[in-house]
């Protein structure tokens, strides 16, 4: 891999073996001494345009356990407004030596740029870029769904496995969320069904070029319209989307799509309820669902840990990669180079 | 096979301002050799005195510039219905002489020039002072296009009349960037510009349904999570603005038309009589929004680029006459504001050197138009629909000599860093495309020869009038 920037970068293989050694970075976890010696003398830049606490800390953590140089630069702003720009950041960073940039943007495609644009040689980490994508959030979720389902919950029992034929039920905002996109991505590709439930106004036109089924009915869904469900994984909808009509009011939302205890009350006994956080208790998922014994939602935030040290792992540690060779992302090069050097003589 | 002969060409252009004005009084006279009128038989063409003096075979003239242009297609010179010179305001993204040299190169012999300057086009003064700096270059004619509405806002008409009093005649209006949404105030500019012959060229851009709008759309958009720009809200805004042309028989053009669905309302538009006129940009003929996936903002235009489909129908439209004219939307910006993330991008790529030649790859290349229909959808229906006068005339004997020369065996690679235009975003970058300007005449004038500015072209017209 050189860089991580959407689920679709990686491939079965190459996606169950992030999984498998996530496995063996949890186990490190377990000892006494947590800290390994893998990435001495290595950087890591946190390269946060957007407030997240918990996914920097996450990747900090990661980063620290396997022994590397971190560096957190929170920057605000956009080359539209006050503040630096994307190019003259990363051309900061890559001055400074960082051999991975993990980044978080608000605009989708930011982390394409920084690893297509020619402004840094590190490896770049896409840690959610505004409405586009979120890869490692998709590869924890990946994470839990196959240590519960597949798994048993005995850790590294599923070592090797997909998670072919598991139903995945994702409920929420999903059009604007880059949760949703990396796990309909990495989901589909692991060999699980998703079925997304939103009402048609939290649906993308086009949606329905997505590899998974949709539905504007949690209920049906949750009865089995798609078969049983495995896992009901709740997303985030914030209260300020009724402002732009697209849904009437919190409560009518929290009526027709919130996990509440009545459809707690309707999943099977196996199936697990998970929330990429941070969650509205009350609007998508109550409480009782929240803190319930079925609920992931603490052991997504440690798994997290361990898939960020498996991706910077994999990515900085001499190339050991599967028989499938190197990822191969899908951006072009940035040509604006030539342009900058035009001459402006009058 | 091609050349000038009795001329140092290729030399480096005077880029001062300072040429004495009057100077340009008497051209020296000019014999093409050899070249084929719209493609068709070749012939023989003498420009003196600003216009196409004779025809014919095997002509000889003293003391004249030879062009040897066997092989090459002589076209009336290419009039733009929709460019951004950027002068005043940004004068860091183009100027109107940078802007002038781009579109000669390109073989246009006139272009209008966008309000949307800072200050906007809206009053007399603006716009005469715009046409004045086209003047003073002297390298094609500019035509400043007047601000519907003061200041863009969309609020107030501006003073539609004193623009086309004053000396830059003006007879475009257009708040092109920014949509008139407002119903009534459209159908008023309808209106107000029938006393003087004019036209309301709309950017139709419904602008509640692309708030902060990024890329087309579909199931692309849905993927790259960017925010979506539909079809329906261009298509909307078309449809109101036919009844409305339709209904106080007035002259709508239809800038930039981008979907199939647009296409459909223009020709049913059209067959009810409306008096609407549409163009379709270079860049729409070519690309589709497949190119957002790179996330390289040279692809962000607006509007964006659509489906393969609906390049299919813009193509297919501009061949049956339903899209009038090719317009470039020649939309330069400095590096910076598009060396960045796609969210914060300006939108548009500069079009005036690239036009023909893309032209010639989608249309003529396919069977789809001839160089008579190239020549008519680059330069006799701009020049009519922008009432420019003494362009867009037939080649023959007596008529104004704005000619251009191209060879359509030739191909070249688009690099953004050799253009004329200051405008680093090109979205043609590192394409191959056919064709190439040879040379350019206004009034009989070379201001491009062997592909290059000509010598002095620069201020050599000043004291013609046109």
Avoid at chain 1, 292 to 307: D, K, L, P
Avoid at chain 2, 304 to 329: C, F, H, K, N, S
Avoid at chain 2, 432 to 460: M, Q, S, W
Wanted: net charge negative.
């Amino acid at each position: 891999m050189r860089h991580l920037l959407s689920a679709a970068d990686l491939g079965r293989d190459q996606a169950v073996q992030v999984l498998d050694v996530a496995e063996q970075m949890a186990a490190t976890q377990q000892r006494e001494i947590k800290k390994l010696p893998t990435l001495r003398g290595r950087t890591v830049v946190n390269l946060f345009f957007e407030d997240s606490t918990r996914t920097r800390i996450s990747f900090e953590a990661a980063a620290k356990r396997l022994s590397a140089d971190v560096i957190n630069f929170t920057a605000r702003g956009s080359s539209v407004s006050k503040g630096e720009s994307l190019k003259d950041t990363a051309l900061t960073l890559e001055a400074m030596g960082a051999d991975a940039v993990v980044v978080r943007h608000h605009a989708p495609g930011a982390p394409h740029r920084l690893a297509t644009a020619g402004w840094t040689r590190g490896s770049v980490v896409n840690a959610g870029d505004g409405t586009h994508e979120h890869p490692t959030q998709a590869l924890l979720d990946a994470f839990t769904l196959r240590r519960h389902l597949v798994g048993g919950t005995v850790p590294g029992a599923a070592t090797g496995a997909d998670l072919a034929g598991q139903r995945v039920v994702i409920a929420g905002d999903v059009l604007h969320s880059r949760v949703a996109r990396s796990n309909v991505l990495l989901l589909h590709t692991l060999g699980a069904h998703v079925v997304l439930v939103a009402p048609p106004t939290l649906l993308p036109v086009g949606v329905e070029a997505w590899p998974c089924a949709t539905s504007y009915d949690l209920d049906a869904v949750l009865e089995g319209a798609f078969g049983e469900p495995d896992a009901v994984m709740m997303l985030r909808v914030q209260r300020e989307r009724q402002n732009a009509a697209f849904f009437p009011s919190a409560r009518e939302y929290s009526r027709r799509y919130g996990l509440d205890v009545r459809r707690l009350g309707m999943l099977p006994r196996h199936t697990i309820v998970m929330h990429p956080g941070p969650m509205n208790r009350g609007l998508e998922i109550s409480a009782a669902a929240a803190d319930s014994a079925r609920s992931t939602i603490v052991e997504q935030v440690s798994n997290g840990v361990a898939v960020r040290m498996a991706v910077l792992y994999l990515l900085l540690s001499g190339r050991k990669d599967p028989a499938t060779g190197p990822v191969v992302t899908g951006g072009r090069t940035g040509g604006a180079d030539g342009a900058t050097r035009k001459d402006r003589r009058r | 096979m091609t050349g000038t002969h009795d001329t140092s060409t290729g030399t480096g252009v005077r880029t001062g301002r300072g040429t004495t004005p009057g100077d340009g009084g008497s051209t020296r006279p000019v014999l093409v050799r050899g070249v084929r009128p719209l493609g068709g038989d070749a012939t023989d063409l003498l420009l003196a005195d600003g216009i196409v003096a004779e025809t014919g075979r095997g002509m000889t003239a003293d003391g004249a510039l030879v062009v040897d242009a066997d092989g090459l297609v002589a076209l009336p010179g290419l009039v733009d219905l929709h460019t951004h010179l950027r002068e005043p305001g940004r004068e860091d993204a183009e100027t109107v002489e940078s802007g002038s040299r781009a579109a000669a190169l390109g073989g246009f012999t006139a272009v209008h020039a966008m309000a949307n300057t800072d200050p906007v086009a809206d009053t007399a003064g603006v716009v005469e002072q715009v046409w004045r700096m086209g003047r003073r270059t002297g390298l094609v004619d500019v035509r400043p296009v007047g601000a519907v509405t003061v200041g863009l806002r969309g609020e107030q008409l501006a003073e539609l009349g004193a623009m086309a009093d004053s000396a830059a005649a003006v007879r475009v209006f257009s708040d092109d960037g920014l949509c008139v949404s407002d119903a009534v105030l459209m159908r008023r500019a309808l209106e107000y510009v029938k006393a003087f012959d004019g036209v309301v060229a709309q950017h139709s851009q419904e602008p509640r349904l692309t708030e902060a709008a990024q890329m087309h759309e579909g199931e692309l958009s849905a993927v790259l999570g960017l925010r979506g720009w539909p079809a329906a809200a261009e298509e909307a805004i078309i449809a109101r603005d036919v009844l409305i042309a339709g209904h106080v028989d007035s002259h709508l053009h239809v800038c930039h038309v981008s979907t199939a669905g647009s296409v459909e309302i223009i020709r049913w538009a059209k067959s009810r009589g409306v008096r609407v006129t549409a163009e379709v940009t270079p860049h729409h003929l070519l690309l589709t929004h497949e190119e957002v996936a790179s996330f390289d903002p040279v692809f962000k235009v607006n509007p964006p680029l659509r489906t393969p489909e609906d390049v299919a129908a813009v193509r297919e439209a501009l061949a049956d006459g339903t899209i009038d004219v090719v317009a470039t939307d020649h939309a330069p910006h400095p590096a910076e504001d598009k060396d960045c993330e796609w969210d914060a991008a300006a939108a548009g790529t500069t079009g005036l050197e690239t036009a023909l030649s893309v032209v010639q790859q989608v249309m003529v290349e396919t069977g789809l138009l001839d160089w008579a229909g190239v020549a008519e959808r680059m330069s006799v229906r701009p020049a009519g629909i922008g009432r420019v006068a003494g362009h867009g005339r037939p080649i023959a004997a007596g008529e104004p000599a704005n000619l251009v020369l191209v060879d359509p065996a030739a191909r070249w690679r688009v690099d953004p860093g050799a253009l004329a235009t200051w405008g680093c975003n090109t979205a043609f970058q590192g394409s191959t495309l056919p064709g190439r300007v040879v040379a350019t005449f206004l009034r009989g004038r070379p201001t491009v020869l062997d592909g290059e500015l000509a010598e002095d072209a620069v201020g050599a017209d000043t004291a013609r009038s046109w």
